[in-house]
Structures are given as C-alpha cells and as structure tokens.
C-alpha cells in the first residue's frame, strides 16, 4: 500500500525538519550606568524576525533557533552549528556535535540561543547547519543537512569629529557626539582612555574637572543629527622630563567609548573610537607658539595670553607679528593687530602679550596670526596656534 504521508516527507531530508531563526531583544527603560538604573525584574524579550530588525555597534545581539519535526516519525542525531562572520574573522557560537540531540519526536522541538557583542561596524554573516539522520536511513547513509545565512548590518549609533588643542603641557580635546541613527538617542555615558603615561578627565562648563576620571554619566537625549560636546583635559600622569614636548609629539591621544540607549529599545556601549592628532612638526625659520593661555575666558571679557617667536636661521630677521582679522573668526584682536618686534638675531626669542576677546561661547582656534620678516619678506605659514574654551 501507499506510504504514510509522514514517511513519504521523509523521503526528503529537506522537509524532516523545519529551522526558524528569531531576534531575541529585551527592552531596557533606562540605559545600563544612568543615574537611577537599577536591575529590575527581568522584561519579557521581544522575537524579532532576522530581517526586520536594525543592530547598533556595542548591542548585545541575540539569536534564538528553534529545530521542530513536523512529521509523523522522530528525527535521530541532530546537531546544529552556529557561526558569526564579519570580513574574515569567524567565530563558533554554538556546536553540538560532541553531544547530539538523541531524537526530536513528532511534533516536538529543539531550540538554542546564541549570544554575541556587536563591538565592530560592518555586515554580520549568521549561518546555521544542522545535521540530522533521516527516519529509516540505513547505517552510513550520509546525513541529512539543513543551511540557513542571514545577513545584518551593524551601524555605528553615532558619529564623532574631534579636535586637540596644546595649552603647555595640557592638551584639551573636544568630542562633538552626532546622533547617526534616523531616530531619537540618548548618549547614556562617555569613558576616555588617555594613551600610556597620560591621564584623562573630562571637563564641565563653569566647574573643575569631574572627580570621575575620563569619564561621565550624564544622560543627554539626541534627535536625529543632534549633537553634544565632550571636552576632555589630558596631561601627563607625572611632571619628570619635558612634560610640554612630551605632549607636543603624541599623536594617539587616547580612546573614547560612548554608551547609548534607544528610547523603549536596547542598550550598548560603542568602544574603540580612537582620538589622533597629527604630531605638530619641526620648526623651521621663524617659529610662532603659544607660551600660556587661560585655561577658559569668558565671552566678550578680553584676556592676555604670550606668544613667542623665535628666530631658527642662521641670519638675524627684523619680524613683526600681523593679526588678520578676517582669519581669526569669533575671536578678535582686542587693541592693535599689529607689533614691530624689532631685531631678532640667529637662535635668539622674543614673547609678546596679546590682548583679545571672544564673542561667542565655545571652544575656538586662534588662528589668522602670522610673522613677517622685513629683512627676507619670509612668512610663517598660517596655522592653529591653540583652542580658546569661552563660556
């Protein structure tokens, strides 16, 4: 007579068992670290389809696989291996093999659930293989074989432009936060890692530096493309050697990890954003710097910080140093723009006080401040001489 519809389905391995992969996510309330979170009693979590769901670096992603047998004649030796790829790096998040699942009855199921950080931007492979013995297979028969790849993007939450400026042996370094993602953000908390033999801390408008090092809890809510600014002061961990050329030449300044929180959605901390400057070069001819600065002003009040030129030829130079208003933006020059330095001979320095203002709130370079020598009509090349933080 006819075969059992059952034994007739497992005539093709493909049909004796049936794999479903979900998004495991659990809504937080409040973002881990935010002042007031405290662990609660466990929400229930949401099953997502794979394809419907979007992934932020530093989510905890979480996959959830679940094996049924639809027929009427149980499944034998079933494993499941479960790999995550981005680029070229792979990695196992769940394999069975070493322990398969004995037998999966009719109408029964087996199901697992895979965890993984997100820590990197890119495309996410998730592939699923399950092998399994067809009902009635003879002894060596090959296994029946099941394969399923989905692909996810994770994005970066936020997308951030820094900034550095040398005030002696300090360095101050502006983060502007961008929200990237087409919906609301909190930035939950920012942590900054300052290079070897440097420390971090970040800094709030009209305080000292936060007892907290390199770091901050604030919770700030950003509509897409709004922004918030982190400064952070960094300075060597100890006062031995030059401490001013020490900063001068570093160029891996640190590194910055921002926490974030989707309003009635996950929580991450995005890590590894590395903060760069370009190490300022040899001085050569006449050299232009800033000797001291205050460490903030104040808006529309005029302040004084030192410049020095020196004379790096073998010649001696007649400099004088000219102001350009139209290069200088919000920061003016308060009094005259420019100072006949006199002669200067080879190797020989001279400091000049300078009296200017602000006119806005922020942090701004100084810059549109050159030196000319009358002697060769030499020029010093225009350039970001420091940052001015106004309030």
């Known amino acids: 007579g006819a075969l059992p519809r059952g034994a007739a389905m497992a005539a093709d391995p493909k049909d004796a068992l049936v794999l479903k992969v979900m998004r495991l996510r659990r809504p937080t309330l409040e973002a881990p670290g935010a002042p007031g979170f405290a662990e609660a009693a466990p929400m229930p979590k949401l099953m997502l389809p794979m394809s419907l769901t979007q992934s932020f670096v ?84 090959p296994p029946g074989l099941l394969k399923r790849s989905y692909r996810f993007p994770a994005l970066l939450p936020f997308a951030v432009v820094h900034r550095a400026a040398q005030l002696d042996s300090q360095l101050l370094v502006e983060c502007a936060v961008e929200n990237a993602t087409g919906g609301n953000i909190y930035l939950a908390s920012s942590s900054f890692e300052a290079a070897l033999g440097f420390r971090a801390s970040l800094v709030r408008a009209g305080s000292e530096e936060v007892p907290l090092w390199g770091s901050g809890s604030e919770m700030h809510l950003l509509k897409p493309r709004g922004a918030h600014s982190l400064l952070f002061l960094v300075l060597p961990e100890d006062d031995s050697g030059d401490t001013v050329a020490r900063v001068r030449a570093l160029e891996l300044v640190g590194t910055l990890a921002l926490g974030w929180h989707v309003p009635d959605g996950p929580s991450g901390v995005m890590e590894g954003h590395q903060v760069r400057v370009r190490p300022l070069p040899s001085a050569t001819g006449l050299d232009l710097r800033v000797t001291s600065c205050p460490g903030r002003v104040r808006v529309e009040e005029p302040f004084r910080l030192e410049v020095e030129v020196v ?81």
């Open 58 to 141: 530093g989510e905890s992603f979480t996959g959830y696989l679940h094996i049924a047998n639809p027929i009427s004649m149980p499944i034998s030796s079933v494993t499941l291996r479960v790999e995550l790829q981005i680029g070229s790096s792979k990695l196992v998040l769940f394999n069975n093999a070493s322990n398969p699942v004995d037998s999966i009855a009719p109408g029964e199921f087996f199901d697992a659930t895979v965890d993984y950080v997100l820590r990197d931007q890119g495309t996410y492979i998730l592939t699923c293989y399950v092998s399994f013995a067809p009902p009635g297979s003879p002894a060596g028969e």
């Open 311 to 391: 004379n790096r030829v073998a010649q001696a130079a007649e400099p004088s140093l000219v102001l350009d208003p139209r290069l200088m933006g919000v920061v003016r020059a308060h009094g005259v723009t420019q100072y006949a330095l006199g002669r200067l001979e080879p190797n020989a320095s001279l400091r000049i006080p300078l009296d200017l203002l602000v006119t806005a709130p922020g942090l701004h370079a100084l810059q549109g401040v050159s030196v000319v020598d009358s002697l060769s009509s030499a020029r010093t090349e225009p350039q970001v001489l420091c940052d001015i933080l106004a309030f």
